[in-house]
C-alpha cells in the first residue's frame, strides 16, 4: 500500500531526534518513487522497442513480398516505354528507396531508445548521496 508523502514544510525549528525520526519515511517514499519510475521506464522502452521492431518488420515486409508483384507489373507497364531492362532498374530503386525509408524509422525510434535515461542511474546516484550524508555523521 502507497502512501503519500508529507507536504513540503519548513523544518528549521524541528528538533534532530523528530527529524532523524522521517528519516525511514522518506527514504520508504524515495524508494517507492524510484522504483515507480524504474517501472514507467521498462514499460516505455518495451513499448518502443515493440513499435521499431514493427518497422522493420514492415520493412521486410514491402521487400519481399511487394518486390515480384508490383515489380513485375510497372516493369511490363514502363517496357511500353523504355527498354525492358531501364524498366527494371527503375522500379528497383523505388523498391530499395521504400525500404530505406521504413528501415530509417526503426531505426530513430531504436535511437530514440538508447538516449533514455536509465531510472537505474537515478537508483544508484540516490544510495550514493545517502551513504554520502549517513558518512557526515
Avoid: C, H, Y
Avoid at 531501364?86 to 530513430?108: D, H, P
Amino acid at each position: 500500500m502507497m502512501t503519500t508523502p508529507r507536504g513540503f514544510r519548513d523544518r528549521a525549528d524541528d528538533g534532530l531526534l523528530t527529524l532523524m525520526g522521517e528519516v525511514p519515511e522518506l527514504v520508504r517514499n524515495l524508494v517507492v518513487a524510484e522504483v515507480d519510475s524504474a517501472k514507467s521506464w521498462v514499460t516505455r522502452t518495451a513499448k518502443d522497442v515493440g513499435i521499431g521492431a514493427g518497422w522493420f518488420v514492415a520493412a521486410l515486409f514491402v521487400l519481399f513480398w511487394s518486390v515480384p508483384a508490383l515489380g513485375a507489373f510497372v516493369i511490363i507497364g514502363l517496357a511500353s516505354w523504355w527498354p525492358a531492362w531501364l524498366s527494371a532498374l527503375v522500379v528497383f530503386v523505388v523498391m530499395i528507396l521504400i525500404v530505406a525509408v521504413l528501415a530509417l524509422l526503426g531505426l530513430m525510434k531504436f535511437r530514440k531508445i538508447s538516449r533514455a535515461k536509465n531510472p537505474g542511474q537515478s537508483i544508484a546516484e540516490d544510495v550514493r548521496a545517502v551513504k554520502e550524508a549517513t558518512d557526515e555523521f
